[in-house]
């Protein structure tokens, strides 16, 4: 009978043990600098860090550090138009909480984010500006205005690498109606 309640206990302890983790901040400054599609290599156009990838869009964009913020995205001079880059965690899922927009430079006013699930936001104000894209496997970053340079410096990133899940995992719901067997089965028993 003890070992029943004891099953009953650790199947209900383990159900209610969804996957809990903090929230990633990416520092924008502790990862690695590389440049797969620019063809001058003093310039880069991906930025990897803590399994994250930001890659720009588009041949002859890239960022620099410290030129605006952490990392300051801008057009070079042959592409006016488009600038654009890519936040990705490998294909898997995450959740974009937030941005620190160090500022908007040049002719960019404002940018607009759209993930992988259709979701859109703008944003045009500097500092750390909350998110809500949950559950997207990208999210693209597009400066809104075209013509001449234009540049976003960015500060860091707030990232939730355990996606928000709109129904509970399978997992769970089997653990937890194997505990509330047990405790059914137990008060069975006694009564």
Request: with cysteine.
């Given at each position: 009978m003890?070992?029943?309640?004891?099953?009953?206990?650790?199947?209900?302890?383990?159900?209610?043990?969804?996957?809990?983790?903090?929230?990633?901040?990416?520092?924008?400054?502790?990862?690695?600098?590389?440049?797969?599609?620019?063809?001058n290599p003093?310039?880069?156009?991906?930025?990897?860090?803590?399994?994250?990838?930001?890659?720009?869009?588009?041949?002859?964009?890239?960022?620099?550090?410290?030129?605006?913020?952490?990392?300051?995205?801008?057009?070079?001079?042959?592409?006016?138009?488009d600038?654009?880059?890519?936040?990705?965690?490998?294909?898997?899922a995450?959740?974009?909480?937030?941005?620190?927009?160090?500022?908007?430079?040049?002719e960019?006013?404002?940018?607009?984010?759209?993930?992988?699930?259709?979701?859109?936001?703008?944003?045009?104000?500097n500092?750390?500006?909350?998110?809500?894209?949950?559950n997207?496997?990208?999210?693209?970053?597009?400066i809104?205005?075209?013509?001449?340079?234009?540049?976003?410096?960015?500060?860091?990133?707030?990232?939730?690498?355990?996606?928000?899940?709109?129904?509970?995992?399978?997992?769970?719901?089997?653990?937890?109606?194997?505990?509330?067997?047990?405790?059914?089965a137990?008060?069975?028993?006694?009564?």
């Amino acid at each position: 009978m003890n070992i029943c309640k004891q099953l009953a206990g650790l199947a209900l302890g383990c159900a209610s043990l969804a996957p809990l983790a903090a929230p990633v901040t990416l520092d924008l400054t502790s990862g690695l600098d590389s440049n797969v599609a620019v063809a001058n290599p003093s310039l880069r156009d991906t930025y990897d860090e803590d399994g994250f990838r930001l890659q720009m869009a588009q041949a002859g964009n890239h960022f620099d550090r410290g030129f605006i913020g952490d990392l300051g995205f801008h057009n070079g001079p042959t592409n006016l138009d488009d600038i654009g880059w890519t936040l990705s965690f490998g294909g898997a899922a995450f959740d974009l909480l937030g941005v620190d927009i160090a500022a908007f430079a040049n002719e960019a006013r404002s940018m607009t984010l759209r993930g992988s699930n259709g979701q859109t936001l703008t944003l045009d104000q500097n500092g750390f500006q909350a998110l809500a894209f949950h559950n997207v496997t990208a999210v693209h970053f597009n400066i809104d205005q075209d013509g001449g340079i234009q540049t976003v410096g960015l500060n860091g990133l707030l990232i939730d690498t355990v996606p928000t899940l709109a129904v509970p995992e399978p997992a769970s719901a089997l653990l937890m109606l194997a505990g509330l067997g047990g405790l059914a089965a137990l008060r069975r028993r006694r009564g």
